[in-house]
């Protein structure tokens, strides 16, 4: 029996303070490596892409997966989070917006060791929640100048319940930030404020430049860095207040921001689809099919490109607090 990387002292922590950090959950070579491998395909048909265009001059094949990307992101002044992210844009979806649906990384999102420490936070009744990401930030002086791209650039203060709708307010969703490359203070590691999850739901504000954020002079402090190493992951609670540090190194640092709740819970995004990734009760109704995953997204982005783009916001730039 594999040894559960998950224990009480973990969960009693987490109620503490908000947030914990568990190393050693999954193996680089046999659960990490698959993912890379899918990104290395997917950054592959972007460069070619890119070449055909003219957009770039060379093919940078000789570079390893993040130099390569950095020298795109650098050379065309342009973000490209969309082509690998694994979930739709807030806005401005068409039918083609690209999205990364790869079977590695719906095996990741149900991977069953992963899925054991989520049973240890929620429960055997667990639900793939849609709000999810991949962030591969390639280091800021790459980043395109005076522009700013929550999936490439730092992220700023907030709590997860405030970039959902209130339909979430009450559900018990767990963030769960993967670290695929070991993330540091100086490459950008997540920090947090220990205990803010007792404060409630902070008002943020939502603005162009720094996405939806909390002000400055609501901030609990301290707060603190909290690195982790890649195939471990940082939990929070969605009401644990947190921010990104720059990315000052000189590679890229990669992480998915997961997220899961109990079954029948609203997952704060009704317009995406989510999945159950394991059901004590009800096993045979998890989905097992990344094909069928894969077709949820791509028909919602259909849905979503015919009408009008939902909003998934709750705040007012107008509000006294963002003056
Ligand atoms: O990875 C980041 O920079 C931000 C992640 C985040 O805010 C989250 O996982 O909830
Ligand atoms: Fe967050």
Redesign the pocket.
Known sequence: MPVLAVDQSHIKFFEEQGYVVIEDILDPEEDLQPVIEEYEAVLDRLIERLYAEGKITSLYRELPFGQRLTRIVAETGRFYSQYFDISLPQSGVTEDTPIHLGKAVFNLLRNPKLLDVVEAFIGPEIYSNPVQHV?IKPPEWALPKGQWDGLSSA?YWHQ?NGVILPEADESNIL?V?LAISDATEENGC?AVAPKSHKLGLLPHCPSPDKGVHIPEKLLPKPFIPVPVKRGGALFMTRKTV?V?LRNLSNDIRW?F?LRYNPIGQPTGRPAFPGFIARSKAHPESALTDPEAWAQLWKDARTRIARSTNPVYNRWSADSPVCA
Do not use: A, E, G
Request: no cysteine; aromatic share 10%; proline share 0%.
């Open positions: 962030r992220v997860d963030t930030w997540l947190h990104s992480s921001d």
